[in-house]
């Protein structure tokens, strides 16, 4: 097995920081990119790390910086800062499986377990789409090369790894439309529901800072959720309100919900 380069220098890693010491990263990058007039940019942040960088981004006021994950509607997202139109480095790899009607059932967490065994930080890996046991995966740069040189197996199945000819679109993802009937439209209401736990276990997830609403990380249980908020609980998925709300006679609600399948992280 051949070793994995170390990312490009405008990169950095993110893993192991304290919210002070991402901090303090993002403005270094800031600064970087400002005082010398070139492109810096993060690795792939996952949910936390971007609440992290949302709530830095009102100390930059000095920096211009945009979001990308490789397709407009990935979780997992790059920062880059600077003000010129310098492309992510990142890549979409097509992973599929040899003889595909001999193939396991693959999952994303197959897909994700095979490539964090050949040494990849989960940081160098931005989001993975699932389907008819095929994947595609947003991977920085650099560590592209080693991933189609070395992923060969996932789970007991032996796949081909190559740079992807196409970016997957949303239809590539499988959302289903699903009703409940909720208490209220309070977040904890909804979040218990569809997830199904108690009132009080939805709480402590939120208490545990699982719940995000548009990206932004929320611990307010009471939080009125609204059409077209997208929410995602770690650990049980993503989920989007409709305007499909209706009032029962006896004061609940039935909501729709678009849920976004487990194939999609």
Do not use: W
Request: with cysteine; glycine share 4%.
């Amino acid at each position: 097995m051949t070793s994995i380069d170390n990312p490009c220098d405008t990169c950095y890693s993110n893993m192991n920081y304290t919210d002070e010491q991402l901090k303090r990263r993002f403005k270094e990058l800031a600064d970087k990119a400002y005082s010398r007039n070139i492109c810096t940019f993060t690795n792939f942040l996952g949910l936390l790390e971007l609440n992290t960088f949302y709530e830095t981004a009102k100390d930059l006021s000095f920096a211009v910086y945009h979001l990308y994950g490789g397709a407009d509607f990935c979780d997992r997202q790059v920062v880059r800062f600077g003000t010129s139109e310098m492309p992510y480095p990142i890549d979409c790899l097509h992973v599929t499986p040899s003889l595909k009607k001999f193939s396991d059932a693959l999952t994303h967490r197959d897909f994700l377990g095979a490539m964090i065994n050949l040494g990849i930080k989960r940081e160098m890996l931005g989001d993975i789409i699932v389907r008819d046991n095929e994947a595609f995966v947003f991977c920085i740069h650099t560590i592209s090369d080693f991933i189609i040189q070395n992923l060969d197996r996932v789970k007991h199945t032996t796949v081909k790894c190559s740079l992807s000819e196409e970016i997957p679109d949303q239809s590539y993802i499988t959302i289903v439309r699903r009703e409940f009937n909720v208490a209220s439209l309070r977040l904890d209401a909804i979040v218990g529901e569809i997830c199904k736990l108690s009132r009080s276990q939805a709480q402590t997830t939120l208490r545990e800072k699982k719940v995000f609403i548009n990206g932004r990380l929320t611990e307010n249980n009471s939080y009125h959720v609204k059409p077209e908020d997208t929410i995602t609980v770690r650990g049980f998925g993503k989920f989007i309100l409709t305007d499909d709300i209706r009032a029962t006679k006896k004061g609940r609600f039935f909501i729709t919900v678009q849920l976004y399948s487990d194939s999609y992280r």
